[in-house]
């Protein structure tokens, strides 16, 4: 055998090698359409508002390329466990440190990624690098989002997750970058449910790659809810009699006030005297 077939074997055998090894993860949980009528996964689509817990922004890292960086984000699960979250620890193949963060607020900021936001009954949308696995001849068993239903003082376990699921997303919704299915970048859109109150969810980036195998991410996400119906205006009044009899009033009996009359007196008449026309008359005569 050549040296030149010999440096070409090998060049095949380590491209084979990272193609089998390269696993995904939620690289941007908040991705935002530049124009929501032209969707894309590329950074001339959209940008990131938000990212899973400890995501390093900073890093310089090529997108598509923390698989290979240390620590790695892809983390696969361990099915003795299934340890929801990576803690760096548990799993086949350890990832980054995901886990819940006191106060939740340390997981994000500086060398980290913000935390993504939403209002309930709002579309949120999740990028991920295809790593090899958006190909024709790879079966599509599709991304699971799972988010619990209120707010929750510690991480479910996986066996919670499963009965949380809100959304199942196609995996090779990507742009396909020609000659490079590594770095080739996905992505998918779900919506929040609308009754989810104000508060901060977490929220599971789940990957099944074959038959039992699989690879999440866990992120925060703050949620705004629905502010409150107002209350019902209160019911019109009816003019139905029956209903409501018209309200009669008796009007108040009043003793009509009478004036005294004055009384009336008559002066005597002088006897032997009349004061009638025909006595003065008589008079006369």
């Not at 699960?77 to 963060?101: L, W, Y």
């Not at 009699?241 to 009669?248: F, M």
């Amino acid at each position: 055998m050549s040296v030149r077939t010999t440096i070409l074997a090998l060049a095949a055998m380590a491209l084979l090698a990272a193609m089998v090894e390269a696993h995904s993860w939620a690289d941007c949980v908040d991705w935002r359409f530049n124009d929501p009528k032209n969707p894309g996964w590329t950074d001339r689509h959209g940008k990131c508002h938000g990212w899973a817990r400890q995501f390093p922004v900073s890093s310089g890292v090529r997108f598509g390329d923390l698989d290979s960086a240390s620590p790695n984000r892809h983390y696969q699960q361990n099915p003795r466990d299934f340890t929801a979250c990576s803690d760096r620890v548990h799993g086949r193949e350890p990832g980054a440190d995901e886990t819940r963060q006191n106060p939740i607020s340390k997981a994000y900021g500086g060398r980290f990624g913000a935390m993504a936001s939403a209002r309930a009954g709002e579309e949120i949308c999740v990028r991920w690098p295809a790593k090899n696995h958006a190909v024709p001849n790879e079966r599509d068993r599709g991304v699971f989002i799972n988010m619990p239903s209120e707010v929750t003082a510690r991480d479910p376990n996986q066996s919670q997750f499963m009965k949380m699921t809100i959304a199942k997303l196609p995996y090779k919704n990507c742009n396909h970058i020609r000659g490079d299915s590594d770095h080739t970048p996905c992505g998918g859109c779900f919506r929040i449910p609308e009754d989810r109150k104000t508060g901060t969810y977490t929220v599971q980036w789940r990957w099944e790659l074959n038959d039992n195998e699989w690879y999440t991410s866990c992120w925060d996400l703050r949620v705004q809810g629905r502010a409150p119906p107002p209350p019902p205006p209160p019911p019109p009044v009816t003019t139905n009699p029956a209903v409501n009899p018209p309200v009669t009033t008796t009007p108040p009996v009043t003793t009509p006030v009478t004036e005294p009359v004055p009384e009336v007196t008559q002066e005597a008449e002088p006897l032997g005297g009349s004061s009638s026309i025909f006595a003065q008359l008589a008079d006369w005569e």
